[in-house]
């Protein structure tokens, strides 16, 4: 293959995976509900999109690193899931996707729940702190918050090592318990 | 191949359309035809849930050139928006398909359902009501029964005609995906809906249960590599139906074999050329639409470029391929962006499985004499539409030098597409809906 009909590839490919990822999207917003279907028939499109990327790139440059997300977009190709279960493409996912980009939102069912709560585990705080918290997030005020309270005059020491025993938690614990209580 | 004719009034609209066929609300395109098994009757879904019926006019002596014209005989709400507060999701209103029931008695019965139930309708005629009670006066107050004094049996008076539909079955709740088709089983008793990935059978006595006799839901929904995108009953065998897959195969089912029918009796599936290999290649070979013919020796499929019949003897391949608009397969790229690529077309077959029909875009469809070999194109279009015209068979130009009455590809109107159309099961009349208008075509009377 030559350098342009390689190129020209790439790009009709890369095309082809934002037209799709922005049709994925697209639909979950659709009257009706997610399509199985249409979800099944885009994520085959995208996936043969990406493997075609791929093989183009490593036409271009053999020897150039491949990124390792390769195989985690497995995702992106299989299952599109239950309906209503599809999470949103990340919002930080630019149109124009490079594969590594692609892994991300391509975990779009259900089965990959679980690897966003371990990665959102790993994340650094950086990351963390760019999800919106919404008010369903926020801790509910009627149960009673981490810290303890302080009564008008109390101040808060630092609690000494070793000192977490069952006495010394149960008096907090108590605390809290009353203040649970009356919120009932 | 015979020619087609329009006879009056040539073009029928659901009754709720502004007049201008540009300008139409989304509730009015119609989504589903259907002829019932006499061909009396015509019924018409919409995407607002309506159903509208239409009833062949007696052949008079007196005007024999009315021949048989379609007239409305009844309108009715099938099916409204819901909301299923479980999944927060809407479940559109819009009808998927109906399916008549074989008479039996005075009455007409059709299924009709949407993504989520099906309906059992009952269409009935009134024509008399009984009239000469004496227990209320003049003002429709009830008398005091002390007054009366007499005993009036009251009589069937004639009426004007009243056609009430009403609905006798509600089956619901037994789908987790979209049901894409419906079939009534020829022993009148049972009938199968079909989701995305599963078959259900019914009783259609019974509504508060049904039973799983196809499920291809894998146990890892990543694995999901194919959803079943149609059904059918077998017309005369009541234990045989079919099933089509968005991979472009189709499978046979005996439900004598088991309860659960997941495997197969035939497989049928033809391998793909790698020489057409493309992108879309997964999309276009994906079966929109499947249908026994009337003799129940063949299948009939449907996929995005072309129309398949397949004899029940013979899985590796189709017995005839015709190409409905291969002239696409350049712009399959285009018709992914602007989402063409998806429309389902149906295909129908004539009576005497003789012909087969589907429809393509630019109002166009497709006529295809399987034993000539001979097919024509034809425009279902108003400016064409004069009664007792006969149809005049369209071209697309597909090379560089295009003739006077060609069309080229790029000047059709992919906003047009005949997705549903049906043949009447005994006569050459047939009905196409485009968009939200519907034209009935007969064959031309010497």
């Keep these: 293959m030559s350098a342009t009909t390689a190129m020209e590839v790439n790009a009709e490919a890369r095309r082809i995976l934002a037209v799709s990822i922005s049709k994925l999207y697209a639909s979950r917003t659709q009257r009706g509900g997610l399509r199985l279907h249409r979800s099944l028939l885009l994520s085959m499109v995208m996936r043969s999109a990406r493997d075609i990327y791929h093989s183009s790139r490593e036409s271009e440059a053999p020897s150039g690193p491949q990124p390792a997300p390769a195989e985690e977009p497995m995702e992106v190709g299989s299952g599109p899931g239950e309906q209503a279960e599809l999470p949103a493409p990340q919002p930080e996912l630019e149109p124009a996707v490079s594969p590594a980009e692609t892994a991300e939102p391509g975990s779009a069912e259900e089965g990959c729940d679980g690897e966003f709560a371990e990665d959102k585990e790993n994340r650094s705080p950086a990351r963390q702190s760019r999800k919106r918290r919404g008010k369903a997030s926020a801790a509910p005020d009627f149960l009673p918050s981490k810290r303890a309270r302080l009564e008008p005059g109390e101040e808060r020491y630092a609690a000494p090592l070793g000192s977490c025993r069952v006495g010394a938690g149960e008096s907090l614990t108590a605390l809290s318990l009353n203040r649970v209580i009356p919120a009932f | ?446």
């Design chain 2, 1 to 446: 191949m015979k020619c087609f004719s329009r006879y009056l009034p040539y073009l029928f609209r659901p009754p709720s359309t502004i007049l201008s066929s540009t300008c139409h609300t989304e509730a009015d395109i119609i989504s589903t035809v259907e002829f019932n098994s006499s061909g009396e009757l015509l019924a018409t879904g919409d995407k607002g849930g309506r159903v509208v019926v239409f009833q062949r006019e007696q052949e008079s002596k007196s005007q024999p050139q009315r021949r048989g014209e379609y007239n409305v005989y009844s309108t009715f709400q099938s099916h409204e928006p819901e909301f299923d507060y479980l999944k927060s999701l809407e479940i559109e209103e819009k009808i998927n398909k109906i399916k008549w029931l074989p008479q039996q008695n005075a009455a007409y019965f059709l299924l009709s359902t949407n993504d989520k139930t099906v309906k059992l309708w009952k269409i009935s005629e009134r024509d008399k009501r009984p009239e000469g009670y004496n227990l209320k006066d003049e003002d429709g107050r009830i008398k005091d029964p002390s007054t009366i004094t007499s005993l009036r049996v009251p009589v069937l008076q004639p009426m004007d005609l009243m056609v009430e539909a009403t609905a006798r079955r509600v089956f619901s709740n037994a789908h987790t995906y979209h049901i894409n088709s419906i079939s009534v089983n020829s022993d009148l008793q049972t009938f199968i809906s079909t989701d995305d990935l599963r078959v259900n059978l019914w009783n259609l006595e019974i509504t508060d249960r049904s039973f799983n006799i196809v499920d291809i839901k894998p146990a890892n929904m990543e694995e999901l590599t194919e959803v079943i995108t149609s059904a059918e009953f077998h017309p005369q065998q009541c234990h045989t139906f079919a099933y089509s897959s968005s991979k472009g195969s189709i499978r046979l089912c005996d439900m004598r074999q088991a309860a659960l029918c997941d495997k197969h009796c035939k497989y049928f599936e033809e391998p793909e050329d790698p020489s057409t290999r493309s992108f879309f290649s997964e999309i276009i070979s994906s079966i929109s639409d499947v249908k026994f013919s009337h003799n129940g020796r063949y299948l009939m499929t449907r996929d995005y470029l072309t129309v398949k019949v397949w004899d029940l003897q013979m899985e590796n391949k189709p017995l005839e391929t015709y190409q409905v608009h291969d002239y696409l397969r350049g712009k399959l790229c285009s018709l992914y962006e602007n989402d063409c690529i998806f429309d389902k077309f149906e295909c129908v077959w004539n009576g005497s499985d003789s012909v087969i029909m589907t429809g393509s875009y630019n109002n166009f469809f497709r006529m295809f004499d399987r034993n000539t070999k001979r097919d024509v194109t034809l425009e279902a279009s108003r400016e064409n539409s004069k009664p007792r015209a006969i149809l005049k068979p369209r071209k697309v130009c597909v090379g560089g030098k295009r003739r006077k009455d060609e069309i080229s590809v790029d000047s059709l109107d992919f906003s047009k597409k005949i997705l549903h159309t049906t043949w009447h099961p005994h006569e050459n009349i047939i009905a196409v809906a485009a968009t939200n208008n519907l034209y009935i075509f007969q064959d031309k009377v010497n």
